[in-house]
């Protein structure tokens, strides 16, 4: 299963960036989605999800208020807002399809993942 995710890019601090994903319908467009991002020499780490219907989010306290995912059904995209962006928020940024309809962040509850895309965030 292929997921194309884009959107990143070379910001400064403070600006803002969206992700997206797009993935074939028969996989996404009834699994929740997920963003995850591993910065250099770090573990990958959940960002936030959203369910099938788009209407449960879940985030991560690191970038909660600042960040928001949605997903476009019609389009089999998801997004992933980026605010006030930091030079911690630098990393490779993975979007994932859960095994679910919810919104999840376990990293085991995920079973597709994207190739990642790199932000780079200069302070």
């Known amino acids: 299963v292929q997921l194309q995710a884009s959107g990143g890019g070379l910001v400064q601090a403070g600006d803002s960036l969206t992700l997206s994903c797009t993935c074939p319908k028969r996989t996404c467009s009834n699994n929740g989605l997920g963003w995850f991002r591993r910065a250099p020499g770090k573990e990958r780490e959940f960002l936030a999800a959203?369910?099938?219907?788009?209407?449960?989010?879940i985030y991560a306290d690191s970038v909660k208020g600042r960040f928001t995912i949605s997903r476009d059904n019609a389009k089999n995209t998801v997004y992933l807002q980026m605010n006030s962006l930091k030079a911690e928020d630098t990393a490779v940024y993975y979007c994932?399809?859960?095994?679910?309809?919810?919104?999840?962040?376990?990293?085991?509850?995920?079973?597709?993942w994207g190739q990642g895309t790199l932000v780079t965030v200069s302070s």
């Open positions: 994932a399809v859960a095994r679910s309809s919810g919104s999840t962040s376990r990293l085991e509850g995920y079973q597709y």
């Open positions: 959203v369910g099938w219907r788009g209407d449960f989010t």
